[in-house]
């Protein structure tokens, strides 16, 4: 399982009124070994309304006391009061253990949205960059929709690079490789530290994430990056993004945090 925080914003939980609600489990889809994706009707009369991007809070009860775990919106805002996240699952965690006994019915109970992960651009950049590991990913999964409106009323260009450790700890992979092969301006890699599979197709290539940057020719003041994931990962692509010469203003951060 995996909490996180978004740089600059994390201290709002504590600081604003929440929106709580319902959410009622419709269905578990099992991603990978560890992996889970879950589908939630919102039970709220009010609906939610966010951006793609943002996450929600599930609240936890534990030992007479409140506990929150924060989970990206891996879906797009659409019109059947759906929401999903995936959660990667962590032995004895608090929200690995109550998810894993949750049944279809049973109802959770949350808050949000929240968080400034988003595509804010008044004027869209000339390219983004979308680099995520793990359940990261799940960000850009709700972008879809909002990114194949902007290559197809803009020139701007999408880059989407996943890092994993293996082929079998893709997420979504396959709504990636449809949304690159479908628009000319738009790119995704998915890369492995770890296995490469016997015969790679194209969009599979060797090492992390941070090793494909340079190959990515940055051009300061027309790229904007977005990095979602672990904290070794982020910390190591902006480094490696200023040392490219992307100003750390066009570089938006959130990291993933391993919490019980």
């Given at each position: 399982?995996?909490?996180?925080?978004?740089?600059k914003?994390?201290?709002?939980?504590?600081?604003?009124?929440?929106?709580?609600?319902?959410?009622?489990?419709?269905?578990?889809?099992?991603?990978?070994?560890?992996?889970?994706?879950?589908?939630f009707?919102?039970?709220?009369?009010?609906?939610?309304?966010?951006?793609?991007?943002?996450?929600?809070?599930?609240?936890?009860?534990?030992?007479?006391?409140?506990?929150?775990?924060?989970?990206?919106?891996?879906?797009?805002?659409?019109?059947?009061?759906?929401?999903?996240i995936?959660?990667?699952?962590?032995?004895?965690?608090?929200?690995?253990?109550l998810l894993?006994?949750?049944?279809?019915?049973d109802?959770?109970?949350?808050?949000?949205?929240?968080?400034?992960?988003?595509?804010?651009?008044?004027?869209?950049?000339?390219?983004y960059?979308?680099?995520?590991?793990?359940?990261?990913?799940?960000?850009?999964?709700s972008?879809l929709?909002?990114?194949?409106?902007?290559?197809?009323t803009?020139?701007t260009?999408?880059?989407?690079?996943?890092?994993?450790?293996?082929?079998?700890?893709?997420?979504?992979?396959?709504e990636?490789?449809?949304?690159?092969?479908?628009?000319?301006?738009?790119?995704?890699?998915?890369?492995y530290?770890?296995?490469?599979?016997?015969?790679?197709?194209?969009f599979?290539?060797?090492?992390?994430?941070?090793?494909?940057?340079?190959?990515?020719?940055?051009?300061?003041?027309?790229?904007?990056?977005?990095?979602?994931?672990?904290?070794?990962?982020?910390?190591?692509?902006?480094?490696?993004?200023q040392?490219?010469?992307?100003?750390?203003?066009?570089i938006?951060?959130?990291?993933?945090?391993?919490?019980?």
């Open positions: 399982m995996c909490n996180f925080v978004t740089f914003f994390a201290w709002f939980l504590n600081k604003m009124n929440l929106h709580k609600f319902k959410l009622i489990l419709q269905e578990k889809i099992t991603l990978t070994a560890n992996t889970q994706h879950f589908r009707a919102i039970d709220d009369p009010s609906g939610l309304e966010y951006k793609p991007g943002q996450f929600i809070s599930l609240h936890i009860e534990s030992d007479g006391k409140e506990h929150r775990r924060n989970y990206s919106i891996a879906n797009p805002p659409q019109q059947d009061n759906l929401l999903e995936a959660m990667a699952f962590l032995p004895n965690g608090l929200a690995s253990t894993e006994k949750t049944q279809p019915g109802k959770l109970d949350a808050s949000g949205p929240y968080g400034q992960f988003v595509l804010k651009d008044p004027v869209p950049p000339q390219r960059l979308l680099i995520g590991t793990g359940t990261g990913i799940t960000p850009y999964r972008m929709p909002q990114l194949r409106h902007l290559l197809e803009t020139n260009k999408i880059v989407i690079l996943q890092g994993v450790r293996t082929p079998a700890d893709l997420l979504y992979s396959g990636f490789v449809e949304f690159a092969a479908s628009y000319p301006n738009a790119t995704f890699k998915a890369c530290s770890r296995e490469m599979p016997h015969e790679p197709q194209d599979e290539v060797s090492g992390y994430v941070q090793d494909q940057l340079a190959g990515l020719h940055i051009q300061p003041g027309n790229d904007i990056a977005y990095l979602c994931g672990n904290p070794a990962m982020v910390d190591a692509a902006f480094q490696a993004l040392e490219l010469g992307l100003d750390r203003a066009h938006r951060r959130e990291k993933y945090l391993s919490s019980k």
